[in-house]
């Protein structure tokens, strides 16, 4: 956890957020940037170390075998290293002869608000004294998460993906391009194996899918043998078998999920309240281990919004377009019931989001603008929000988000992907001899050529007719939320602005969608969040004055 500040104020809400979080953290560093700024650093998570290099700071592990530390490491008679794997979720704080730049690695992400940048938006909100934008509350409410470079505050930015930030003057700069290449399957799987260091203690979140079996078959190729933890489902059965077959302890996980504010805080915000399930996984991770998911694999691995790219009618300019009215806003009614703001508003917000995307995607055909929306959107967003809470116990790996992966998969050939058949393929020569089938049922060998070629036609092509002959305008049916919200619960100030009934109402209205609900947790406890701040700020100005 970083803030790189004007105002000593950062050390003070840094010190909050460790006590508000209840933390075992000792000390807060900090270091002075040129005349104006400071950098403030503290351990809260197993993702976070801070290297002292004769040229500027690295934030994060600089290396696998970097133990975590709770104070810096001092590197101070060498220049900071090129060669630092693009796995390892890093910021890097450079000084020139013009100042600072400040670079997130491929999968990082740095917020800048004002007169100050951090890893995290909450930090920034309280810093300033900002409040929830309306676009950004509507955008929870829609999609869950923030897509694009979107925050929950129109006053705090995300720097955008391949681009850094200068100090002083606050501006970005791009510092990298995203270039797909014809694709190479075969490249791609000796590019993934060789980013993966031999010398860790790794772990893996495996269910009954393709695509954490893909990575688990990257992982055996580098003769590293996980420990695998899954949730209990439909899908144990399945994990039990492939654990068994290739020798792997496995971890059925049975842990409750934490407190919706305590989410909040260690999801910065960035995914509505009890969002995922991944939280529900903490509690027996061992903190020395890395642990590695296949939640990135369909930018590389498969098409995806094969419903929006498979209709003659969409033009490839309207691609994007289509995937956010269909995919984003396609169960949202017009008149979205509880929160103060309307559909179209939130379309042509979305629409703006995504306008550089849409500059990148001219070279590209339709299916792989798809892939390349998902990973600018979901990968890349969605994912490390999911799972940030997971960062504070143990370091989370996301093998598949890999830039260069990307590049190397993202134009395979149409044919090749449908049902799967190329991802199939991978795995079998991944893990040959574990013949265990894929959830619902999916041989993990595919099926015969002729019928393989059938049911690819009939699924992939006449199926979807029905994607369209249904109404996707009506929006979801009100949901129940989990039982452990179910009770009289403070409400921030300033909840009446961003939606239509006081918080427990709302929590009670069976016309109200789940995903309604979970939003209005979130902003709620991220106003009372900010309360509290101005509270603790008070109290610490008034015992000064005495």
């Known amino acids: 956890m970083f803030v790189i500040s004007k105002t000593t104020d950062a050390q003070v809400l840094i010190r909050f957020y460790i006590e508000e979080l209840k933390l075992p953290v000792k000390s807060i560093h900090s270091y002075r940037l040129g005349e104006e700024y400071q950098l403030f650093w503290t351990n809260v998570r197993a993702v976070d170390n801070l290297t002292v290099y004769k040229n500027g700071f690295v934030i994060g592990k600089v290396a696998f075998n970097q133990p975590h530390s709770d104070h810096p490491y001092d590197y101070k008679d060498m220049e900071i290293p090129s060669d630092i794997n693009p796995l390892l979720n890093f910021v890097v704080v450079k000084k020139n002869d013009r100042g600072w730049k400040i670079e997130p690695g491929e999968q990082g992400a740095i917020y800048y608000s004002g ?5 995290y938006t909450l930090l920034l909100a309280l810093l300033h004294g900002v409040s929830p934008d309306r676009y950004g509350v509507g955008m929870l409410v ?92 439909e899908e144990t059965g399945l994990v039990e078998d492939i654990c068994k077959h290739l020798h792997l302890k496995l971890h059925v996980q049975r842990a409750d999920g934490m407190h919706n504010f305590q ?159 190329r991802l199939r393929r991978m795995n079998v020569s991944l893990l040959p001899g574990c013949n265990v089938n894929y959830s619902g049922n999916r041989p993990f060998n595919g099926k015969s050529f002729l019928i393989r070629d059938i049911y690819k036609i009939y699924h992939e092509y006449f199926s979807r007719v029905f994607v369209y002959l249904k109404n996707r305008n009506e929006g979801r049916k009100g949901g129940r939320i ?61 015992n000064q004055s005495h």
């Not at 007169?115 to 890893?119: F, K, L, N, V």
């Not at 703006?352 to 929306?373: G, Q, V, W, Y």
């Not at 979970?518 to 509270?535: G, Q």
């Open 142 to 233: 829609a999609t869950g998460y923030f897509i694009a470079n979107a925050t929950l505050f129109s006053a705090i930015k995300r720097v955008k993906y391949l681009h850094g930030i200068t100090l002083p003057e606050m501006s970005e700069y791009r510092c990298a391009d995203f270039e797909p290449v014809v694709n190479n399957d075969r490249e791609m799987i000796r590019h993934l194996v060789s980013l993966l260091p031999v010398d860790i203690k790794a772990s893996i979140s495996l269910s009954g899918g393709m695509d954490s079996r893909f990575v688990l078959g990257l992982l055996t190729k580098k003769s590293i043998v996980p420990n695998a933890y899954t949730l209990p489902s």
């Open 482 to 542: 989990s039982e452990r919200t179910r009770f009289e619960l403070e409400e921030g100030k300033g909840f009446e602005q961003y939606f239509t009934h006081p918080l427990n109402e709302l929590l009670s209205r069976p016309e109200v969608r789940k995903n309604t609900k979970r939003a209005a947790l979130t902003v709620n406890n991220v106003l009372l969040l900010s309360e509290k701040y101005r509270v603790y700020r008070n109290d610490i100005i008034a």
């Open 263 to 421: 989410y909040t805080l260690r999801t910065d915000a960035r995914i509505y309240s009890s969002g995922g399930n991944y939280h529900k996984m903490i509690h027996e991770f061992m903190p020395d281990h890395y642990i590695f998911n296949g939640l990135c694999a369909e930018p590389a691995l498969k098409n995806v919004y094969s419903s929006v790219w498979k209709d003659f009618r969409v033009k490839k300019t309207e691609v994007i377009n289509q995937i956010i009215a269909l995919v984003y806003l396609g169960d949202v009614c017009e008149e979205i019931k509880g929160v103060n703001i309307r559909k179209s508003e939130l379309k042509q917000k979305y629409k703006e989001l995504f306008s550089d995307l849409t500059i990148m995607a001219e070279s590209l055909k339709k299916h792989e603008i798809t892939r390349l929306f998902n990973h600018f959107n979901r990968s890349l967003n969605w994912v490390q929000a999911h799972t940030m809470d997971l960062s504070y116990t143990i370091y989370p790996l996301f093998l598949l988000a890999n830039k260069r992966a990307v590049e190397l998969g993202i134009r395979s050939p149409l044919y090749n992907n449908l049902y799967a058949d």
């Open 115 to 119: 007169e100050a940048i951090s890893d």
